[in-house]
Each structure stands twice: as structure tokens, then as C-alpha cells.
């Protein structure tokens, strides 16, 4: 088990950012961390990193606790922050050299690890520029970069995408995927497909509480509170009349003659809404029920009561 945390909490003062926070990663996923603004998943990923100790609880990353062998986790652990700090005074290679050097890796070691990196990230176009001259994408590509240069066996990277265009985008999810064939990746991000696309596990977390923690695929089970249902008619429909059917919560108009029917999920509106139509003449051309998005379960499991 690559990252394992145990009843993590945090407190700032009297405010509580993490609450008895429990989740485990396993070697080879790349698990993504969602949640609203303030959710604490920065805290978390700081205390993972060796930022800022918990207030309770434990964490461990690689078989090396977070607070007692610090160093050790460093080792086996590449972070990317949310702000990725660079210095913009040092060229590309330069910054990375002097990276590596903090691990320890020197020499041929050194230079073939910084080649490889530039390879693997894009950056061999503009690796003899002042990292204050790149743009916000390529920075973060450096960014990265230097987040997996001493080749580790954990990668937490937040918001990696952040500031890419939609090709490098494509580029650099498929790095991460590639990464996560061998290494333990965890990503915060709030775009849905990038975590659709890249992650096996999706661990969700609301005001300091985890909320969902499963297999992707498996968190589009998740009960909703309603269905929605979308039908086109051969002519119009009073949508009001239609909005009285029993377990029927509101209805719409999409487009054209098609509507969108939103109903209870503990009630099959079908049978009743093919009686109303045959009652007022009307024809059903298509019915079908919209498949549920990630960003619909997220907002389900992180709407503010």
C-alpha cells in the first residue's frame, strides 16, 4: 500500500479543515482527490508531503510515517503544489540540475535524469530559457518536472493541468496514465473528464469529511435524488399538465419538441407518462434516460445542506 491515512485530522485554531480523514491508495493508481474550494484537499496533500504536520491521526506513505521519518517520505515522494514555486531567474536546465542536486544525484546521473525529464515533460523546445520567460503551461511542465526527477515511487500532483492548453492537456494526461502503470499517482483537479479519462479511483472529500472513495466506474451507481428523462413529442405538449404526473418534479424544454423530465428516483415515471401521451393524442418519438455524469454524483455528495 503506497499511501495509507488513518483518522487524519487538522485543525487551524478552532476551525476543523480535515476531520478523522481515512483513505488508502494501493501501488499502481493514479487516484483522484476531488472537492469544492475549501474541501481540504490542499491540507491533505501538505500533510502527505511533510508541509505541515496533523493534529491527529497518521499518515503513511511508502511504509514511512509522515511525521517521525519525514525524510524518508521525501525520498519516495514528488509533490506538485497547486502554486507551482519556481525561481524565474534560472534557465530550464539549470533549475533542474540544481533540483536533482538537492536529491543527491550528481554528475552523468545528474544530466541523463534532467534529459530524460525535458523528454518526458515537452520541454525540449525551451529548455535554455529563463523559466521566467516560459508560459504558464510550459512552467508547469517544469513544474512537474522537477516533481519526478529523482524518479519516485508516489507522485501527488495538484492541479496539474492547470493553465494548459487542450493539447498539452491530452499530453499530459497521458503521462500520467503512463506514470501510473508504475508509480502511485494522486491528483486534486475539478475537471470531471481529466478524471473520467486518467484515474481508477476517485476519493471525494467535503468540508474536511471524505464523502466517496471507489473505483471510477463505480461511483456513477451513487443514488442520485432524481432521474432525469428526456422525450420528444410530435407536437407540442402542455408541460405544465405533464408536471402533474405523480413522481414527475419539474419539466423542460430542451430544444424543438424535446423536453426534459426530471422525476423522483424511487418512482419509474415511463409507464405513466406513455398513458398521458396516449390520453392527449400525443406520439413519443424518442424516450431515454440521460446517463449520470461524475459532476453530477460530485455535486449530489458535495451540495451544502
Not at 503544489?81 to 533549475?95: A, G, I, K, S, T
Not at 533540483?99 to 530524460?116: C, F, L, P
Not at 525551451?126 to 524518479?151: F, P, T
Not at 496539474?160 to 503521462?175: A, C, H, V, Y
Request: with cysteine.
Amino acid at each position: 500500500m503506497s499511501i495509507v491515512v488513518e483518522s487524519v485530522t487538522k485543525l487551524y485554531g478552532a476551525q476543523k479543515a480535515l476531520d478523522a480523514v481515512s483513505f488508502r491508495i494501493e501501488a499502481g493508481v493514479v487516484a483522484g482527490f476531488l472537492g469544492p474550494n475549501g474541501a481540504g484537499k490542499s491540507t491533505m496533500m501538505k500533510i502527505l508531503s511533510c508541509f505541515i504536520p496533523q493534529t491527529g491521526g497518521e499518515a503513511i506513505v511508502c511504509g514511512h510515517n509522515v511525521v517521525t521519518e519525514p525524510m524518508q517520505v521525501r525520498k519516495n515522494l514528488g509533490y506538485l503544489p497547486e502554486h507551482n514555486p519556481l525561481y524565474p531567474e534560472m534557465f530550464v536546465r539549470e533549475y533542474l540540475m540544481f533540483v536533482a542536486g538537492i536529491h543527491k544525484i550528481r554528475g552523468k546521473k545528474a544530466r541523463s535524469r534532467v534529459e530524460e525529464m525535458i523528454e518526458m515533460t515537452g520541454l525540449s523546445v525551451e529548455q535554455h530559457k529563463l523559466i521566467g520567460q516560459l508560459s504558464k503551461g510550459y512552467r508547469q511542465r517544469v513544474g512537474l518536472a522537477q516533481a519526478m526527477i529523482h524518479d519516485p515511487e508516489v507522485l501527488i500532483l495538484d492541479e496539474p493541468t492547470s493553465g494548459l492548453d487542450p493539447n498539452q492537456i491530452i499530453e499530459i494526461r497521458k503521462l500520467i496514465s503512463d506514470l501510473g502503470e508504475k508509480k502511485t499517482v494522486m491528483l486534486s483537479t475539478h475537471i470531471m473528464q481529466e478524471v473520467e479519462a486518467i484515474c481508477d479511483q476517485v476519493i471525494i472529500i467535503n468540508k474536511g469529511t471524505i464523502v466517496a472513495d471507489d473505483r471510477t466506474t463505480n461511483l456513477h451507481q451513487v443514488k442520485m435524488p432524481h432521474t432525469l428523462i428526456i422525450v420528444e413529442f410530435d407536437k407540442e405538449i402542455g408541460m405544465e399538465e405533464l408536471s402533474k404526473i405523480p413522481g414527475v418534479l419539474d419539466v423542460s424544454r430542451r430544444k424543438g419538441l424535446v423536453y426534459e423530465v426530471k422525476a423522483k428516483s424511487s418512482t419509474d415515471v415511463r409507464p405513466a407518462l406513455f398513458k398521458w401521451a396516449v390520453e392527449k393524442n400525443l406520439t413519443i418519438l424518442s424516450l431515454s434516460g440521460e446517463e449520470r455524469s461524475l459532476e453530477d454524483v460530485f455535486q449530489v455528495l458535495t451540495k451544502n445542506k
